[in-house]
């Protein structure tokens, strides 16, 4: 069984920085494409950058250049640097392992406010 755990949100002011981060469980991680989400109330959850198991990233445009995501197999572990963030990044972060089946962590928030 996969399991996934975000770790890392809070409150930050526009312009500041906040690291995400996905632990997971279960011997497929290193193998599985993963990737972080996010959503707003009353939205669509979007997607915001993916990476494979080779390291191969990909970005929503609303975020290139300021983030960042990783990974580290040995640790199971996914990352999402966010850099000179702003108001509209405020959302429900979420990590996704896409095995063929989809996992979901169960989202840690962030907001971005002055």
């Known amino acids: 069984q996969v399991q996934l755990v975000e770790s890392g949100g809070g409150s930050v002011q526009p312009g500041g920085s906040l690291r995400l981060s996905c632990a997971g469980s279960g011997n497929i991680f290193k193998f599985a494409v993963m990737s972080w989400y996010r959503q707003v109330p009353g939205k669509e959850r979007e997607l915001v950058a993916v990476i494979t198991s080779a390291g191969g990233t990909n970005y929503a445009d609303s975020v290139k250049g300021r983030f960042t995501i990783s990974r580290d197999n040995a640790k199971n572990t996914m990352y999402l640097q966010m850099n000179s963030l702003k108001p509209e990044d405020t959302a429900v972060y979420y990590c996704?392992?896409?095995?063929?089946?989809?996992?979901w962590g169960k989202g840690t928030l962030v907001t971005v406010s002055s």
């Open positions: 996704c392992l896409n095995a063929g089946v989809r996992y």
